[in-house]
């Protein structure tokens, strides 16, 4: 399977930046979608997660109401909307997807990745 993220890029802080992950002649139906992200020299963090049915999202608490995770109305997109970016939130991004219903924080437990895209805000 393949995931193809999106989107990124260079911005200063306070910034928006929409991220965008598919999986092109896929439909994840049953599918959590979440993306993770991992700064220099730090591991792999969770970011955000939709549930397969697009009614439930989580959120670390670092982005939370910053950031947005929603489906687009092909059910084959996943989107991540950033505001108010900060210099921290500087990293690569993935986007990944787990069958299942359940949203879980953990990497691990996400059977699919995208190549990861640039994130990078300036002060």
């Known amino acids: 399977v393949q995931l193809q993220a999106s989107g990124g890029g260079l911005v200063q802080a306070g910034a928006s930046l929409r991220l965008s992950c598919a999986a092109p002649?896929?439909?994840?139906?049953?599918?959590?979608k979440g993306w993770f992200r991992q700064a220099p020299g730090k591991e792999r963090e969770f970011v955000a997660a939709?549930?397969?049915?697009?009614?439930?999202?989580y959120y670390s608490d670092s982005v939370k109401d910053r950031f947005t995770i929603f489906r687009g109305n092909a059910r084959n997109t996943v989107y991540l909307q950033m505001n108010s970016l900060r210099p921290e939130d500087t990293a690569v991004y993935y986007c990944?997807?787990?069958?299942?219903?359940?949203?879980?924080?953990?990497?691990?437990?996400?059977?699919?990745w995208g190549q990861g895209t640039q994130v990078t805000v300036s002060s």
């Open positions: 990944a997807v787990r069958s299942g219903y359940d949203i879980t924080t953990s990497e691990h437990e996400y059977h699919y």
């Open positions: 939709i549930n397969w049915s697009g009614d439930m999202t």
């Open positions: 002649g896929r439909t994840f139906s049953s599918y959590v």
